[in-house]
């Protein structure tokens, strides 16, 4: 017997200012579309927006 698929996976947030990445989980079915995020990103030593890249 085949188990259903889970709602949560585990994403890959991509800075947009440098190449530092996040990884994070975020639930299908309440946030179907990218996620963005503002996080802080030790590059550039500063916060920056987060987008969610595949």
Known sequence: MAS???NRITIKL???ESGHMYTTEK???NDPS???LKRYDPLVRRHAVYRESK
């Open 34 to 36: 990218r996620l963005e």
């Open 4 to 6: 259903k698929k889970g």
């Open 27 to 29: 639930n299908r079915k």
């Open 14 to 16: 991509r800075s947009t």
